[in-house]
């Protein structure tokens, strides 16, 4: 069964410091996001993508996370300078089409020390 | 904006019936999804609504009220494998992110 894979499973960074997150979506999805989830807290939506662009972003997305899909498979976040409150873990998600159900990988532990 | 409320937490027995509520309310409202998280694993879709009425799948149905911003997920024949959290997620139109409520916490005992 097609799935989302996510690297690294967990990372463990410095203050201050970038950090890249990598997600391969299901290969005949369009739709790309992504969660994160601070320890015991609900999913909360960063970030949407789709035909090459940020199609939504949320109020946490701003000017220090970047997303990219460099080429046809791989689809990437960017922290530029971490802080202690990044420490959660992030999911990638992707669906076939804006109406339909989001399938998650097994996200990245984020540890920012 | 969107607001979604579902219980913290609730407990059940093996083999009973669950039964866990989610309200909603959101502009444009253009669909309801239940996901299953177990502890440090990623969310797995259960179940999607977008008209009125109960979804049956296996052991587990959502039902969908548009009119009073309300959805359930009921799991039948409940099984240890049960205990997870259960996470309420609502589409609006105009947008293809999903937004999560807290999430219930279902512990189920032998």
């Known amino acids: 069964e097609p799935e989302v894979t996510q690297t690294p499973s967990h990372q463990v960074t410095q203050m201050g410091q970038e950090v890249i997150l990598r997600c391969v979506p299901i290969?005949?999805?369009?739709?790309f996001y992504w969660y994160r989830q601070i320890l015991g807290q609900k999913v909360e939506f960063l970030v949407s993508?789709?035909?090459?662009?940020?199609?939504?972003k949320s109020e946490i997305f701003d000017d220090q996370f970047s997303v990219e899909r460099p080429d046809g498979s791989n689809f990437t976040l960017k922290i530029r300078s971490t802080k202690l409150e990044d420490s959660a873990m992030y999911f990638c998600?992707?669906?076939?089409?804006?109406?339909?159900?989001?399938?998650f990988g097994e996200g990245s532990r984020l540890t920012v020390l | 904006g969107q607001n979604i409320d579902q219980p913290t937490e609730m407990t059940a027995t093996e083999g009973a019936i669950v039964q866990i509520n989610c309200t909603y309310q959101t502009s444009g409202f253009n669909g309801l999804f239940w996901y299953q998280q177990h502890a440090g694993e990623a969310p797995t879709f259960l179940s999607y609504?977008?008209?009125?009425g109960l979804e049956e799948k296996g052991r587990f149905s959502s039902f969908l009220s548009r009119s009073k911003g309300y959805s359930y997920l009921l799991l039948k024949e409940l099984q240890m494998k049960d205990s997870a959290s259960y996470l309420c997620a609502a589409r609006s139109y105009n947008t293809d992110k999903l937004i999560f409520g807290t999430g219930t916490r279902l512990q189920v005992f032998p």
């Open positions: 609504n977008v008209l009125d």
């Open positions: 998600a992707s669906s076939v089409g804006e109406a339909g159900e989001l399938f």
């Open positions: 993508f789709y035909n090459n662009e940020i199609s939504e």
């Open positions: 290969s005949n999805h369009l739709y």
